[in-house]
């Protein structure tokens, strides 16, 4: 259920690559050459929205991993992640799906207390209302009976799936949406981060 930008397009590319088969969710649906050159056969593209749960059946059904990567332009007050949340867990449930990958933010739930007090006044108003929308979705999904994996990027920026990622320290450092997508995709074929919050830096 990755979107069609950012981590959730780099992580559809990477999957594909992999041979990994993909449905995923998009309000405007993209022609797949977007995303590969070849596989395509391997990619099944939805037009729904993940606040209507018949929409999220028709992606959930039938699969091993849910990976979402929902985010809301800054500044558009979209809350597509803190409504979409509950409903991705019912409709997970409900279909007997197990595993989701989320992608957060660093700064989000018990993540907050390590940032040092004086970045927090800058780091909260840059993207404080993302924090606050994916710290709600985090509750959600922490609290419900899946096996999830938290995925904590520290501040975007664009750039290739070139390996440059680590767990820390984090010391300010951004990390490339297509490295967030790589860490991502390779925990499709078996993982130890299940039922972990991980952090995720560059090097």
Request: aromatic residues 8%; charged residues 20%.
């Amino acid at each position: 259920m990755c979107g069609t930008r950012g981590v959730g397009k780099e992580f559809v590319k990477l999957a594909l690559a992999d041979g990994h088969n993909l449905t995923i969710l998009a309000r405007n649906v993209p022609p797949a050459s977007d995303f590969t050159n070849d596989k395509q056969e391997n990619l099944l593209i939805v037009h729904g929205n993940a606040l209507d749960k018949e929409s999220l059946a028709k992606v959930i059904a039938g699969q091993d991993i849910i990976f979402c990567s929902l985010g809301a332009l800054a500044g558009s007050g979209d809350n597509v992640c803190s409504l979409s949340a509950p409903l991705i867990v019912e409709t997970m449930n409900e279909l007997g799906v197990s595993k989701l990958i989320v992608v957060t933010s660093y700064g989000c739930g018990d993540s907050w207390a390590e940032i040092p007090f004086f970045i927090k006044p800058m780091f909260f108003g840059a993207i404080g209302a993302t924090l606050k929308e994916k710290t709600i979705q985090e509750d959600i999904i922490l609290k419900s009976n899946l096996e999830y994996m938290v995925i904590r990027p520290t501040s975007l920026k664009d750039g290739p799936p070139d390996g440059n990622y680590s767990f820390g320290p984090i010391r300010g450092k951004q990390i490339s949406r297509g490295n967030v997508a790589l860490f991502a995709s390779q925990q499709l074929t078996g993982s130890d981060y299940w039922g972990k919050k991980v952090k995720l830096t560059e090097k």
